[in-house]
């Protein structure tokens, strides 16, 4: 049950409180892609403090423009693991040639304005609207479900040494209990389930950890002086670590980050729309979406991230718990976010989250991901073999092939993949290069590329009827582009629906 839709507006205080609801549950993954960069790179502390507070400003400033003039969808903007990939990728090379970590983030600025701006052009010259036409429910269906699957394995909840169980199931519980059983009883618990379970755990933890409870090499330690290590003030402007490089195949290697992302996007807009009660997005909003984040990752390379900007998965999940899928919720919160990204108390303040909390979270998330893809399947008939066999391969492969591919590399990474593809008969010279290798790697490892190409080729090429493969269903849910920029000259206009006082 959708609580606050789209276009409505809650309250001043209960928008923030949900705004941060918002943010919290993608904190984890927004200041874990900085630490990783950042610890390839080898930066110093304060440099590293500093670029996780430029991703902070980064998804802000993203978000606000996306869901303003971009697709207009409650998204949040983040950092992208599509293109962290690649971003290891680039740093190890630089590093084998010797180059530090101000070469090396000088190396990503510059090929991720590069392709951000080719995403620009893909999305406002309409590629994948016109793809759109083609796509059905067997394929959309299980893309949106691994966007859930695709991230089992994500360290704070498969890796032991991040991983405290008690502190992992407590989170779970919490959230689980606020959101499933007590939502009924209490409009507090409906509302605030996320920010409610992960506020108790934390404080719990934290007593634990002050009281000498809970030891200081354990994975639940709350470190406190995290929070006051950190400077008050830290200076986040364009270009902060220098002017950018160019080299073509890091370029080409961060746009095939870009690319698995775009197709990752492409399932959110689907997603989001599904679990907010809305018809689903026409080519229109999805040109507008893809376009927008093309300019928000041209400028998370001025900025200098090291890394682009996409929408988010996690706060999905977050919209299918609360049932607040409001634009304006996600706005405040942005503009929370873009505030905590300047002041560095705040950063220090988050990062004292043990990882076995964001662990919990992130089940809950991800789960609600897998399930609302799943959904998309009641406009499908699963008596057709066709329309079965196309869901479980894309599934299969989505989850097998990149496992295969990451295992095929390993240390090697590209390299490896370069060295098996040169081995090709006839073809071996040609695909035998860096760029295609690249190419090869960051999108063989994405498993909702891999899926999604998969599927999408089997849909379009097995026989089927339009009835059977969701299409007919699909196409009378569908907005027209009509409906979509008639909802942007309302909201521009001012028009947008409140619900309480202000």
């Known amino acids: 049950m959708v609580e606050y839709g789209i276009e409505e ?44 507070g430029t991703f902070f400003v980064v998804s802000g400033i993203a978000t606000l423009a996306q869901t303003t003039i971009g697709n207009r969808y409650p998204l949040v903007q983040g950092a992208s693991f599509a293109i962290l990939a690649p971003a290891l990728a680039i740093v190890g090379v630089v590093a084998s040639s010797g180059g530090g970590w101000e070469t090396m983030i000088v190396e990503l600025q510059g090929a991720m304005i590069v392709a951000g701006a080719l995403q620009i052009l893909i999305g406002y ?68 389930p996320v920010l409610l379970g992960l506020a108790s755990a934390w404080l719990i933890a934290a007593v634990l950890s002050v009281t000498g409870i809970i030891p200081s090499d354990s994975s639940a330690f709350v470190d406190l002086s995290r929070a006051t290590e950190t400077s008050l003030l830290q200076p ?9 490089q160019f080299t ?8 095939a980050g870009v690319v698995a992302s775009m197709i990752e996007s492409f399932g959110d807009y689907y997603a989001v729309a599904r679990i907010s009660g809305e018809k689903a997005p026409s080519a229109q909003r999805i040109n507008h979406g893809l376009g927008m984040e093309g300019i928000g990752n041209v400028f998370a390379g001025l900025m200098g991230t090291g890394n682009g900007s996409t929408s988010y998965s996690e706060n999905i999940g977050a919209i299918g ?27 220090g303040l988050v990062t004292t989250i043990p990882s076995p909390i964001v662990g919990g979270l992130f089940l809950v998330m991800f789960a609600q991901i897998i399930g609302v893809g799943l959904s998309q399947l ?125």
Request: aromatic share 8%.
């Open 321 to 347: 718990i609360t049932g607040v899928a409001s634009r304006y919720v996600v706005q405040v919160g942005a503009v929370v976010m873009l505030i905590a990204g300047y002041l560095g108390v705040v950063g």
């Open 9 to 52: 507006k809650p309250p001043t205080g209960q928008s923030i409180a949900l705004g941060l609801q918002h943010y919290l549950t993608m904190i984890g993954s927004n200041i874990a892609v900085p630490l990783v960069l950042a610890g390839a790179m080898g930066m110093p502390a304060d440099a590293t403090a500093r670029l996780v």
């Open 125 to 192: 010259l309409g590629l994948f609207g016109y793809l759109k036409r083609f796509l059905s429910p067997v394929v959309i269906a299980p893309i949106i479900a691994l966007i859930g699957l695709a991230l089992f394995d994500v360290p704070q909840i498969t890796d032991p040494s991040m991983q405290s169980l008690w502190l992992f199931g407590l989170t779970l519980l919490l959230i689980i209990g606020f959101s499933q059983y007590l939502s009924e009883t209490s409009r507090i618990f409906k509302l605030y």
């Open 236 to 244: 986040i402007v364009p270009l902060q670590w220098g002017m950018p």
């Open 378 to 502: 009641q406009y499908v008939d699963l008596n057709e073999n066709r329309n079965v066999f196309i869901i479980g391969i894309t599934l299969l492969s989505g989850l097998s092939i990149p496992s295969y591919v990451s295992n095929l590399a390993g240390d090697s990474g590209a390299a490896a993949i370069q060295a098996l593809l040169a081995e090709v008969p006839v073809a071996g010279v040609v695909l035998g290069t860096e760029l295609v290798a690249q190419t090869v790697f960051v999108v063989g490892t994405t498993g909702i590329a891999v899926g999604g190409i998969i599927g999408f080729l089997l849909d379009l090429t097995i026989p089927g009827t339009p009835e059977g493969r969701g299409l007919t269903a699909w196409e009378d849910l569908t907005e027209d582009d009509e409906d979509f920029e008639a909802v942007h000259d309302r909201y521009l206009s001012g028009e947008t629906p409140k619900t309480g006082d202000d």
């Open 248 to 255: 073509p195949a890091f370029i080409v290697g961060i746009f």
